[in-house]
Nanobody, 115 residues
Framework: QVKVVESGGDLVQAGGSLRLSCVVS????????MAWYRQTPGNERDLVAL???????EYADFVEGRFTISRDFRKNTVYLQMNSLKPDDTGVYYC?????????WGQGTQVTVSS
């Protein structure tokens, strides 16, 4: 069974930075196809960034060059570096693994950006 655990969420002032981490453990702990999503207050869960096979990386339009997704295969960990944070970035950030057994989601980590 695969387990996905996010961490790194915090309260930060507008303009600040955070780095989120997502550790994948279990039998199929590959980080080949991973993504970060977020759910902001009153909205549905939206894709923030994904990192796939090879060099495939995609970002949502609202990222506007502020976030960077990366991974460490040795640590089975995916990161989301978030800079120039805005109050609109406030929400719960989720990590998703697209593995051989289907999608596995973490429990989420709260990011709060104060103005």
């Amino acid at each position: 069974q695969v387990k996905v655990v996010e961490s790194g969420g915090d309260l930060v002032q507008a303009g600040g930075s955070l780095r989120l981490s997502c550790v994948v453990s279990g039998r199929h702990r590959s980080v080949n196809n991973m993504a970060w999503y977020r759910q902001t207050p009153g909205n549905e869960r939206d894709l923030v960034a994904l990192i796939g096979d090879g060099s495939r990386i995609e970002y949502a339009d609202f990222v506007e060059g502020r976030f960077t997704i990366s991974r460490d295969f040795r640590k089975n960990t995916v990161y989301l570096q978030m800079n120039s944070l805005k109050p609109d970035d406030t929400g719960v950030y989720y990590c998703r693994q697209a593995g051989p057994g289907g999608d596995v989601w973490g429990q989420g980590t709260q990011v709060t950006v104060s103005s």
